[in-house]
């Protein structure tokens, strides 16, 4: 069995399993690949739910999708409290948080068991100038950043909160991705329409499906990359397939086109559905532009290789970014530098002083960017 035979397997199984599609039975299967396929997409739980127990699997290998199955019950309810307690906090400050991602899917009752989808933290979205005002009513409880968490002013979230109960991360955003009113997925547009929903006693909103769907595929293939990298995330597939099964008659197709073709990525949204639909047999809605040519067999050559070395080539693709940004930078610090340098020793500027202060401040800056 091939690494791509394995991939388009656990599709089989979650396409049966899922959508009550049919099984492709493969003549010989290789188990450790299956495995391997379904950790590295953030599956397992969710495959090991797809297994009927009529499919003839060795026992070990069923005890291990069984336990891990377990396990994550565990897991997903101690995050589901802290979810809970969290937005308790922020309630009793009149805020009603926007769930997004893996939290929005649980709450609603999207999987068929909260064991199946891995979540790695809680992500919630809340009013930009309440934030100090949230982080506050967490921190005042004991959650804090962890000590390497950092985020731009300008990045979409705070840093991350750490539950002290639980260890449970949680990010407060203040943008979806973009505030931008021209963005694909805007932040004042996500929030319209959202549905109040009471989830253990706790006020909180649910995103509407449209635009949940949106940013699905946003967050993951351009935002993450995916799409440059010709990949897709099978947890993020899932999501969708699972959304438009239970939302398909609410979901508008047209908007998200527009959308998405308005900010010229027309094409990465068709794609993404074009895969959708060959792996899981869900069929793509008519778009206005084509599938990038040759996507599956991208894909496929994608799939082909192990995870192990995706990952260094991802790490070294990331690497060479940031050499680049960081050289934009230096240049930038320099010319700023020798700007300012020249102000401060002209005799003509009475605002010397000042600008000193500001050359003082962006070298500490930029040493603590550099570390």
Sequence with gaps: MTRWEAFTTVCSYLRAGLLGGEHTHQAEVTWELIIEVASFHYATTTLAACFDPDIDV?????????????????RNEQILST?????????AIDIEPVLLKGAALLVEGIYPQPSMRI???????????RSAEAC??????????????????????????????TGTGVELHTD?????????????????MVRPVLFRGQRMLLPEPTRNVGHIIFHSEIFHELYTLNKVQLRHVIDLALLRARHEKAINWEELDRRFSAAGVGEVLATYLHL???????????????????????LRSTESRDGFHFQIERLQSTCDRLLTH?????SE???????????????????????????????????????
């Design 119 to 129: 979540l790695g933290d809680i992500d919630i979205l809340i009013p930009k100038n």
């Design 176 to 192: 979806v991705i973009s505030r931008s009113a021209d963005a694909v997925i805007a932040t004042d547009w996500f929030c319209e």
């Design 276 to 298: 959708a639909s060959e792996l899981l047999g869900q069929a793509a809605p008519q778009l206005s532009h084509a599938p990038r040519r040759d996507a599956m067999t991208e």
């Design 83 to 91: 979810l809970a307690r969290v937005a308790g906090l922020l309630n």
């Design 58 to 74: 060795p026992s070990d290998v069923r005890n291990y999708f069984e336990s891990a199955l377990a396990l994550n019950k565990k």
């Design 136 to 165: 506050a009513a967490l921190k005042a409880v004991g959650f804090d950043t962890k000590w390497s968490a950092v985020s731009p002013p300008t990045h979409h979230h705070l840093p991350m909160l750490l539950d002290p109960e």
């Design 333 to 371: 610090l320099e010319n700023t530098r020798s700007a300012l340098a020249a102000i401060s020793t002209s005799r003509s500027w009475g605002l010397a002083a000042p600008l000193r202060g500001i050359a003082n401040v962006s070298r500490t800056l930029w040493r603590g960017l550099s570390r």
């Design 326 to 330: 960081s050289s934009f930078l230096q």
